[in-house]
Nanobody, 124 residues
């Protein structure tokens, strides 16, 4: 069992930056792929970014490519999402998720564990 706890959300002006963190419990973290998803009010949860078990492979949604960077520190059991050039449309609850298979995927149903989410609000 893995528990995921997100942090780093908040209120920021358009054009600003935030770094989200997701701390994982358990010794298996280094074998899991990790992903970030987001859900805006009235919308379905959508994929944002993913990273494989080693950090050597990443994948991004087109809407965040070039602005967001996913990374991980397996020694700290933590995955990060650096968000730059934020836009009002990035406003959402951001969730991290863990996939036991270890490979990058954008499909939410393939993730086994989910955090509770952290709110990101971008004002115009």
């Amino acid at each position: 069992q893995v528990q995921l706890v997100e942090s780093g959300g908040g209120l920021v002006q358009a054009g600003g930056s935030l770094r989200l963190s997701c701390a994982a419990s358990g010794r298996a973290f280094s074998r899991y792929a990790m992903g970030w998803f987001r859900q805006a009010p009235g919308k379905e949860r959508e994929f944002v970014a993913a990273i494989n078990w080693s950090g050597g492979s990443t994948y991004y949604a087109d809407s965040v490519k070039g602005r967001f960077t996913i990374s991980r520190d397996n020694a700290k059991n933590t995955v990060y999402l650096q968000m730059n050039s934020l836009k009002p449309e990035d406003t959402a609850v951001y969730y991290c998720a863990a996939d036991r298979r270890g490979v990058v995927t954008m499909e939410a149903y393939e993730y086994d564990y989910w955090g509770q989410g952290t709110q990101v609000t971008v004002s115009s």
